[in-house]
């Protein structure tokens, strides 16, 4: 996954740089928003019972204040497999991080934040009678982006980001830090 994001980060640069210059941005102000779907390498210290490569789920919602700034509330999420506690199960390491979101070229942007981090059950792996699968962890957290439209129809775009997450969660038996790297391809408007 790592090689991945060598390879990717480049050439979006180059050729959102190169492909924007005779497009139009998008509209002045107003709402934003946007939902991706992708793959995520999640590494989590301690290691012990977890594994890293799974689903990455991201979602945004923001105002975007002139062509080339917004302010957004980023939703991520990597979930990764946890062999703990009873039987194995599905977790999110996940974050809600108010970000600042800046376009470099109308068909690329990179946005950072920071915000709270969690360690939280996969909605549709909790099965009822065991109150630990329940259980969330919460810390601190950080996220960057990088993104660029590969194609534009009306208000709608189809993109493609890279994203790093790193963070830390406050467990009952410690602090778990994590580190994930996300390749998505989403949606926004």
Do not use: C
Request: hydrophobic content about 40%; charged content about 20%.
């Amino acid at each position: 996954m790592r090689t991945a994001h060598g390879f990717v980060i480049p050439v979006l640069l180059a050729v959102f740089a190169e492909r924007s210059q005779a497009q139009a941005s998008a509209k002045d102000r107003g709402v934003t928003f946007g939902l991706a779907i992708g793959a995520a390498s999640v590494s989590l210290e301690p290691p012990t019972r977890t594994t890293g490569t799974d689903i990455a789920i991201g979602w945004r919602v923001g105002y975007r204040m002139s062509p080339r700034a917004a302010v957004v509330l980023n939703g991520i999420s990597s979930v990764y497999a946890w062999s703990g506690g009873g039987r194995p199960r599905k977790r999110g390491f996940e974050g809600l991080m108010p970000s600042v979101q800046y376009w470099l070229a109308p068909r690329l942007w990179v946005s950072a934040g920071a915000g709270l981090n969690l360690d939280a059950p996969a909605f549709y792996d909790i099965r009822s009678g065991n109150a630990g699968e329940r259980d969330f962890h919460a810390g601190l957290g950080a996220v960057g982006i990088i993104g660029g439209e590969l194609m534009r129809r009306g208000g709608t775009a189809i993109e493609l980001q890279t994203r790093l997450h790193s963070g830390y969660m406050n467990l009952p038996d410690g602090r778990r830090r994590g580190t994930t790297a996300s390749l998505l391809i989403g949606l926004s408007r």
